[in-house]
Structures are given as C-alpha cells and as structure tokens.
C-alpha cells in the first residue's frame, strides 16, 4: 500500500514455527510444533484466556502454499504492508525452520511484500519452553567468511522485487545487536557486499526492548547509530504503567510469595510506549496483545485484558507518535503477526475473529 491508502507503513513479524522439522522431533517429540504449547494451553487464573484457538485457518502447516496465500491476503486487505520473517542462521551454515520463507522466495507466491529478521540467539531456558537451562543449538559467529556465506545466502531474497526497501535500501532487521561481536564491522562488510552486488545498500534495524528511560534510550540510540543502524525498533514489553495498591499486594501474594500465578500486568496501551517512538530514526511496535503461559507455565508473563478497543488505543497513540516523519520511514511494527504461543497474534481467533485486524484497519486506512 501506499501513502494515499494508509497512515503508516504498516510491518508484522512473522514465526515460521509452524511445521515440524527433524530437530523439533528430537528435542519435543514427533510432530512438535508451535502448535503444540498453544493447544496444551490452560487457564491459570480466573478470567485467563486460555487456550487460545485459531479460527480462519484452523492449526495450520505452514508447508501448505494456500496457507501463507491466505495469511498473504488476509494482511493486505486491512492494511499490513508487509511481513517480516524470524531468520534463523547460527553460524558455519546452520539455519532452522527456513521452508516456508524458502518456498515464498523460490515460487513467487504470495505476492505480498517481506523482509527478514535475523533471530540471533541460542535457543535454551524457559522462553524456548524448557525448564532448564541445557542449550539445544547455539548462536555463534565465527568470523568474516561466515558473515559472507550468510550475505550470500540471502542475496536471491534481496533482489527479489518483493523485498521491503526504505529509500532503496532493503530491511534488515537484527534481533539482539548486543550480541552480534563488532556489529560495526558486520555492516560495513555487509554494505560492501550489497554494493558489489548491485544493491543500493542495507537498511539495518536493530531491535531494542524496554528503553522506558528517555536519557538513557537516547544515549543508547546513539550508540546503535554510531554502529552503522539505520534505525532502532522499539518494543516494550516490561510496562511502566503504575499499578494500582490492589493490583500490587495482589502480585506480591500470589506471583512472588506464594507462586500460584503467573506474572499478571493489565493491559495498557501505555505499558508498550517509549519516549522515543517519536524520535526519527526509531520504529516503535504495537502488541495487540502477550500471554507467554502456553510456553512458561506460571513463569510467564501475561497481559490481561486486551481488547480490540484497546489495541486501537495503542495504534492510535503510534500513530500520533510518528505522523511528523517522512512516509517512506513511517514505520509501524505489529508484534506480531502470528505468535500464537506469546499470545501476540493479528490473526483470527474463536473469540476475537478479525476484530483485531478491524480494529487495526480503521485508524490505518483512510
């Protein structure tokens, strides 16, 4: 979409973790999926929305082409412009659950514009569903013909038409810039790799979390840019809000003491802003909503209450936040498209349907 049809440049994370891979069997059983924690899911508390059910498109497989079709229309038609794909590389050419980008960028089909994320970080601990730290496969960066071979890998994908650009640059995006070593030499190199290939450069996106703290946010922004980002993706998710005194003796009881619970926050549109989204070289994200239980059990952290209305608040607010900067940078990230086990999805629901996707529709589209 373009400026005459939207308000913002509307992007959404997008979890290819819905189809089985041999490592998946090994790790979970066979035919694990992201599937499997949403559908396990239970309430933990009086009031929690649990488990969380698919409407549309049922417990789909992302291996399935009319699947990601469907997913591809059904964005468009309220308004997202865009996907972009959680990108698993760990090093010496290791990648994980890449099918369905794969199959995208080799059939040309959906139609529908995209752009990668680099999720790099190892995957252990409880937020990958354990209850223990034992590492199942580890991020590594071996060095600069490892930085290459995964330029190299990607390079269909940036020349691809479809491929999401800022000013002629292609996005991409970078999950945990702390861990990336010398992340400024990674971008001059990739930069230099674009440009012998007949790009006209990167539009590196390094994604932050929790920068509530204006002076520190910017002295933090700072640093990002001086590494050679182009901008920073804000997300929020640690709240701010102040609680009420009920609300407060409430999660000291039941979460920390007593451990009946989990982490239970109301959900505020101002629990997902930042002093920064307003700034130019920031992309703030929207969450339409997060319950992470179906992954953590009773270590998770759950928003409760999340309405269509609410979620429309916090587009509002957004949108307020960045409607000074120029369109082709008028980002808007949507966290996310279709985590259905963080309970942050767009997608339809029994209890929602698409009133999340209306909600987003009317405030986005003119």
Not at 102 to 121: I, Q
Not at 231 to 245: E, M, P, R, T
Not at 330 to 344: D, H, P, Q, T, V
């Amino acid at each position: 979409m373009d400026e005459k049809h939207t308000n913002a440049r509307v992007l959404a994370y997008y979890l290819p973790q819905f189809h089985p891979i041999p490592e998946n069997d090994e790790w979970w059983g066979n035919g694990f999926t992201e599937w499997t924690n949403v559908g396990k899911a239970k309430p933990l508390f009086p009031g929690h929305y649990q488990p969380h059910v698919p409407a549309d498109l049922g417990y789909y497989d992302l291996r399935v082409s009319e699947t990601r079709e469907y997913q591809a229309a059904l964005a468009r038609q309220y308004g997202v412009e865009g996907f972009v794909y959680w990108h698993y590389w760990f090093g010496n050419g290791k990648r994980l659950l890449e099918r369905p980008f794969n199959e995208v960028l080799t059939s040309g089909k959906p139609d529908f514009p995209f752009a990668l994320a680099w999720a790099n970080e190892s995957w252990r601990g409880t937020w990958h569903g354990l209850k223990n730290g034992r590492m199942l496969i580890e991020q590594t960066y071996p060095g600069d013909d490892d930085y290459i071979a995964h330029f190299k890998e990607l390079l269909p994908a940036f020349k691809d038409d479809r491929y999401l650009r800022c000013n002629g640059k292609v996005l991409f995006f970078i999950y945990e810039p702390n861990l990336l070593p010398e992340s400024g030499h990674f971008i001059k190199l990739w930069q230099g790799l674009a440009m012998e290939n007949g790009l006209e450069g990167i539009f590196f996106v390094a994604l932050e979390k929790d920068l509530y703290d204006k002076e520190y946010g910017e002295k933090r922004l700072n640093e990002l840019m001086s590494q050679g980002y182009d901008a920073v993706n804000i997300c929020n998710l640690s709240g701010h809000h102040k609680l009420s005194i009920w609300w407060r003796i409430a999660r000291k009881i039941f979460y920390n003491k007593l451990h009946l619970i989990p982490n239970v926050r109301p959900y505020f549109p101002i629990e997902f802003e930042s002093p920064l989204d307003s700034n130019a070289n920031v992309i703030p994200a929207v969450v339409p909503c997060w319950d992470h239980t179906p992954r953590t059990g009773k270590n998770g952290l759950v928003y409760h209450g999340s309405t269509p209305e609410l979620f429309k608040q916090g587009v509002l607010r957004k949108l307020d936040a960045i409607k000074e900067k120029p369109f082709e940078k008028r980002f808007l990230m949507i966290k996310s498209w279709n985590e259905w086990a963080e309970g942050n999805y767009m997608e339809p629901d029994l209890r929602w349907g698409r009133k999340y996707l209306e909600a987003l529709k009317e405030v986005i589209c003119s």
